[in-house]
């Protein structure tokens, strides 16, 4: 996907909560949970790995800023912080974003093990023998 075609460039203004000088903060799309929040690089690059260090720092400094924008609004439990990287890591969207996930007591039956769901085969290790 080109630039042209990327939904992240530019980013929906009614979704942006946070503009920083390499990074943007949204609120997702298509939620998991209410308050979901997306942080982009400005650059359009595909991958956590194709990200400069200075982006990189800039994300996870930007996470506060979602964290924060969250708990002003929804005051969840938890969270989780995922990024999916190429196709056979769940990436849909080739513009490099971090997903801040806010969790709430009970909105699923057992939490333990959190983004260890991805591979729902293996995400009870303390279960195993």
Same mark, same amino acid.
């Given at each position: 996907?080109? #630039? *042209?075609?990327?939904? =992240?460039?530019?980013?929906? *203004?009614? #979704?942006? =909560?946070? @503009? &920083?000088?390499?990074?943007?903060?949204?609120?997702?799309? =298509?939620? !998991?949970?209410? &308050?979901?929040?997306?942080?982009?690089?400005?650059?359009?690059?595909?991958?956590? =790995?194709?990200?400069?260090? *200075?982006? %990189?720092?800039?994300?996870?400094?930007?996470?506060? *800023?979602? #964290?924060?924008?969250? %708990?002003?609004?929804?005051?969840?439990?938890?969270?989780?912080?995922?990024?999916?990287? &190429?196709?056979? &890591?769940? %990436?849909?969207?080739?513009?490099?974003? !971090?997903?801040?996930?806010? @969790?709430?007591?009970?909105?699923?039956?057992?939490? #333990?093990?959190? !983004?260890?769901?991805?591979?729902?085969?293996?995400?009870?290790?303390?279960?195993?023998?």
């Amino acid at each position: 996907m080109d #630039r *042209e075609a990327c939904p =992240f460039c530019p980013p929906p *203004e009614e #979704r942006v =909560f946070h @503009r &920083g000088e390499l990074v943007t903060g949204l609120w997702d799309g =298509f939620p !998991v949970s209410p &308050g979901h929040a997306l942080i982009i690089p400005a650059r359009h690059v595909a991958t956590w =790995f194709e990200a400069t260090p *200075e982006e %990189q720092a800039a994300l996870a400094a930007a996470l506060t *800023e979602a #964290r924060n924008a969250i %708990q002003e609004k929804h005051s969840p439990d938890g969270f989780n912080i995922g990024v999916n990287v &190429g196709e056979a &890591g769940g %990436q849909t969207v080739p513009h490099l974003h !971090v997903h801040l996930i806010p @969790r709430y007591a009970g909105d699923v039956e057992d939490p #333990r093990g959190g !983004v260890r769901w991805v591979v729902p085969g293996n995400a009870t290790y303390w279960s195993a023998n």
